[in-house]
């Protein structure tokens, strides 16, 4: 790993860009006067580093501010990195079943989500161990955005993640859902109700098929990047309870711990 | 509207019993030492005080330390109330048709809910008409808990209650699933996804009908009692956002509201 650029943001925010194996792009954000390793949230998202920026600086310096570091990599094919032609065919496929109205066949969405799956996720947990490694940077660490398939596979597969917040999506391979019953740590599923590019249907058995005891599903308004402001707090907060040490604030008191059943 | 008791609770909680109309017992519980009239959530419940008093006055003392005041009544039927002949059959009826693992007929439903609601919501409109003239009890007002027909026939039809959290229950009647599209207030829906009394796909369809713009699920697993403990956390943001006045605590720093979308 290889940092090329660094610069200090509002909010005591430190952002540093950097390489990974001289070929994948990434950016790390720090608070800027840490005192002990931060806590690591990994920002997922749909490929794009450049234009996905403004998003992703917006949610590491909520991460930042809460105590977190905040970190992502560039996806296989996203961005500057080379397009895999069997990805940009799939894609088409899936572009023109989507645009004739017709469903969107198994075996499109295994030829689009599975290879970037198999790619991304070692890519992700080879960043993994680097930022580790870097003083201001510590454990447990946390998972939260999409891609959801590329989630699932790191919730499975990576123990240092003890916790993820998925977004969730619809075209997910067959075997990424079978793969999701195995999941054992606490998940957060954002839903937005009205998304124009997923299946709410498809979204709610993902939801069910997780494997994971607890797992809360929160569901909004909206379309795609509709997702209410206050999501963002009830990101942290779910990630203060599970990457911080010690009870919930709350803790020392049971009224305020009550759940508002019937 | 009479007071027949009054205590201190700990953490500065006052709960005064009161009689409305000298037919209908409630329960009020205020900060102690209030300055200022605090903005009232009124707590709604399957019916049966006594029986419910452990759940409500920790949902009360929720509510109270956060700076609201909360109060609740006794439903017809419930609790010391007459019960109904009518409501009582139609219990009947459905226990008979879960006992035999047969569908729900609607008609049951009806015969069930709808005098409920027909006779509960002038109750909770008369008691906020006497709430709201203490001194110490402000607007606006919130609704939380079950029963969800009750919930919706209120934000319906009383204007000064400006948002609710609705406790998800499937014995819906179908003329109360046409009101929900009317609702315009802010809803806050609490689903448990394994709910032993519950239809998850009806709990989901009637969430998909209520009319509300900002409307947010939040799905928990577990049955109808394992709610879990954050969840009391988020209802109290949820009312906060909406019954107090001022901008979020967050809102000075747009890095914090910013939603965890991809």
Same sequence: chains 1, 2.
């Avoid at 949230?41 to 992703?56: E, V």
Wanted: include cysteine; charge should be negative; charged fraction near 20%.
């Amino acid at each position: 790993m290889r940092f090329t650029t660094e610069q200090r943001l509002a909010d005591g925010v430190r952002e540093r860009e950097f390489t990974l194996d001289d070929r994948i792009p990434g950016i790390l954000w720090t608070p800027a006067s840490a005192s002990e390793p931060a806590p690591l949230i990994l920002l997922g998202h749909p490929g794009g580093l450049p234009r996905m920026y403004p998003r992703l600086v917006a949610r590491a310096q909520g991460c930042v501010e809460q105590g977190f570091a905040a970190a992502t990599i560039e996806l296989p094919g996203g961005g500057e990195r080379p397009a895999s032609a069997a990805a940009e065919q799939a894609r088409a496929d899936l572009r023109r079943a989507l645009a004739a109205g017709e469903p969107v066949a198994d075996e499109v969405v295994d030829r689009l989500v599975l290879p970037l799956v198999e790619k991304a996720a070692p890519e992700w947990r080879a960043a993994l161990d680097a930022l580790l490694a870097l003083p201001g940077v510590g454990g447990p660490v946390g998972y939260a955005g999409g891609v959801i398939s590329i989630g699932v596979r790191l919730a499975v597969v990576e123990p240092r993640i003890v916790a993820a917040l998925l977004f969730a999506g619809s075209f997910v391979p067959r075997a990424i859902v079978a793969e999701a019953r195995r999941i054992t740590i606490p998940l957060h599923v954002l839903l937005q109700w009205d998304d124009e590019g997923n299946d709410r249907q498809m979204a709610l058995d993902l939801f069910d098929a997780l494997g994971s005891a607890e797992k809360t599903l929160h569901a909004n308004m909206g379309g795609h990047t509709g997702v209410p402001w206050f999501e963002g707090e009830a990101a942290n907060r779910f990630f203060a309870r599970h990457l911080k040490a010690g009870p919930p604030a709350a803790s020392a008191n049971p009224g305020e711990r009550t759940p508002p059943s019937q």
